[in-house]
């Protein structure tokens, strides 16, 4: 595609329900990032994805969280039993290097638990 | 792992004048560092990036310095415009990785006409 797009772009949810949400990043783009955005604050890594491994999963904040990628291009962020705390913007980023190179962001979900 | 700093949180500078954003970072062996600009309520975009390499880039209004003995880099605005109004993030490779990056806290400008 044209960008990186991510769905959906907003999502309200219940505590203790499961979300997922998808990232389709630019086609041929390799490398794969979903960040964390709370209110006001920076951008906490959460996991990268090299073609459809994960080398790299330190930044998954708890077990709760789980993200994979099929077929080298859709991946999907899930967080499972749902706290207030998990509310933030989910950015997904995409690029064709390695070395943080080129990322290029989607629009991210903005996902709030009531 | 890598350590970005990002100073000032917040800075207010009137149309026209220069607006001046240092990171520093841990790692010395990084040799990557760039700038993201995110309007609000929109994607961080990238705005400019810097090699160890070299020394200094511009790119018309905008300029990245970097200092690698003193492991900081730093994002300099000239004559700013109202449209420059944004959080600006700074970012550098986190050691041992393959591509994420980390990313300062970010400094949220704000340009008065």
């Known amino acids: 595609g044209a960008g990186v797009s991510q769905s959906p772009s907003n999502k309200v949810t219940e505590k203790g329900k499961d979300v997922e949400l998808r990232c389709d990043p630019i086609?041929?783009?390799?490398?794969l990032y979903w960040y964390r955005q709370s209110l006001g604050q920076g951008l906490e890594f959460l996991i990268y994805?090299?073609?459809?491994?994960?080398?790299?999963k330190s930044g998954l904040p708890s077990d709760r969280f789980s993200a994979e990628r099929t077929g080298g291009s859709v991946s999907t962020l899930t967080i499972q039993r749902t706290q207030q705390e998990d509310s933030a913007v989910y950015l997904c980023?995409?690029?064709?290097?390695?070395?943080?190179?080129?990322?290029?962001f989607g629009s991210g979900t903005r996902l709030t638990v009531v | 792992g890598e350590n970005v700093e990002q100073h000032p949180s917040t800075l207010s500078v009137q149309e026209g004048d220069s607006a001046v954003i240092k990171c520093t970072y841990s790692d010395s062996a990084s040799n990557y560092f760039p700038w993201y600009k995110q309007e609000l309520g929109k994607r961080p975009q990238l705005i400019i990036d810097i090699r160890s390499n070299v020394g200094e880039k511009k790119d018309q209004r905008i300029a990245v310095t970097l200092n690698k003995t003193a492991k900081h880099f730093s994002l300099h605005i000239t004559e700013t415009q109202p449209e420059d109004s944004a959080v600006y993030f700074c970012a550098a490779p986190q050691r041992g990785s393959q591509g994420n990056l980390i990313f300062g806290k970010g400094t949220k400008l704000s340009v008065k006409p």
């Open positions: 980023a995409s690029s064709s290097y390695r070395g943080g190179y080129g990322y290029t």
């Open positions: 086609s041929g783009h390799t490398a």
């Open positions: 994805f090299q073609g459809n491994s994960a080398p790299d």
